[in-house]
C-alpha cells in the first residue's frame, strides 16, 4: 500500500506574514492532516522556519523547493542539505522551472539527489516532456531517460525516501491537464518500467509517483482514481487554501474507495 502524498508547490510565492496566513487558513479549513493522505507544504526556503513553527508537533509535512549538493562552502546564494535538515522532511527536486530557467541537468538533479538522502531529506524528483517531445511522440523515451537519470548510483534501501512527480511541462501552469489515463500510461511505462529495470519489481510498486500540472478541485478524483498515480504535486492550486484542502479531501476519499 501506497500512501498518497499531497505537496504545494508555492514557487516564489508568500512573504513571511503570507505564509502564516495560509497555513493558519489550510489547518482551519481542514484541521489535522487525514490519516491516509502525507500533506506537505513546500513554502519558499525564507518561510521553512516559520511555516515549522506554525505547524508545530502537526502532521503536516514541510518541504523545501531545491537544495545544493555541497554540506557547505563558497557557492553564493546556495542552500544546502544541512542547512535543510532541521526545517524540512521533503525536498522538490529537478522542477521543470528549474530545468528551464536555472540550467538544471539529470546530471545535477542527480547529484542534489544523493546529497538530500544522505543528509536524511527526502527527494520529489520531478520529471516530465516538454510539449514540442510531447508533440513528436517522445514522451517515454525523455519521462524514461530523466527517471534513470536523476536516480543512478541509488540503492532499493534509498529508494524508500525517494518521491517521483511526473510534470508534462506543457500542463504546468496552463490550465491544460494531462487526462487520468494518460498520464498513467507515462508513469506505468516511463517511470515504473525505469524502476523495476534498476531497482527490481519490488520497488517499482512500493514508489510513490505524483501527477503534477494544472491539478485542481475538478480534476484530482479523475488522477487519484488511476492505479499507478499516488497522488499530485499542486502548484497554482496549493495557494488558495479551499482548493488545497479540497484535493486533499477528495484524495483520502478516492484513495479510500480504490
Ligand atoms: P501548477 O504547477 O499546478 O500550477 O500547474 C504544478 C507544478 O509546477 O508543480
Redesign the pocket.
Known amino acids: 500500500m501506497r500512501t498518497p502524498i499531497i505537496a504545494g ?1 508555492w ?1 516564489m510565492n508568500k512573504t513571511i506574514a503570507e505564509t502564516l496566513e495560509l497555513v493558519r487558513e489550510i489547518r482551519k479549513l481542514l484541521g489535522e492532516a487525514p490519516a491516509n493522505v502525507e500533506v506537505v507544504l513546500c513554502p519558499p526556503f525564507t518561510s521553512l522556519w516559520v511555516a515549522k513553527n506554525a505547524l508545530g508537533r502537526s502532521r503536516y509535512s514541510l518541504g523545501a523547493q531545491d537544495v545544493y549538493w555541497e554540506p557547505k562552502g563558497a557557492f553564493t546564494g546556495e542552500i544546502s542539505p544541512t542547512m535543510l535538515q532541521d526545517l524540512a522532511t521533503y525536498v522538490i527536486i529537478g ?3 528549474r530545468r528551464q530557467y536555472f540550467s538544471e541537468t539529470d546530471e545535477t538533479v542527480n547529484r542534489k539527489v544523493q546529497a538530500a538522502l544522505a543528509h536524511g531529506l527526502k527527494p520529489i524528483m ?1 520529471v516530465g516532456e516538454k510539449l514540442e517531445e510531447y508533440e513528436a511522440g517522445k514522451t517515454t523515451e525523455v519521462v524514461g531517460r530523466q527517471t534513470r537519470g536523476g536516480l543512478a548510483g541509488l540503492t532499493p534501501e534509498q529508494m524508500q525516501n525517494v518521491v517521483i ?1 511526473y ?1 508534462p511541462v506543457w ?4 490550465g491544460k491537464a494531462a487526462t487520468g489515463t494518460g498520464a498513467n500510461a507515462v508513469v506505468a511505462q516511463a517511470v515504473r518500467g525505469p524502476l523495476a529495470e534498476m531497482f527490481g519489481a519490488e520497488v517499482a510498486q512500493a514508489t510513490r509517483v505524483q501527477y ?4 485542481t478541485p475538478a480534476n484530482i478524483a479523475e488522477f487519484m482514481a488511476q492505479p499507478d498515480l499516488d497522488g499530485g ?6 495557494l488558495k487554501a479551499a482548493d488545497f484542502v479540497e484535493i486533499v479531501r477528495q484524495t483520502a476519499t478516492v484513495k479510500v474507495q480504490t
Open positions: 508547490n514557487k522542477h521543470s522551472e520531478c512527480a510534470e500542463a504546468i501552469g496552463t503534477g500540472g494544472s491539478v504535486l499542486v502548484g497554482g492550486a496549493s
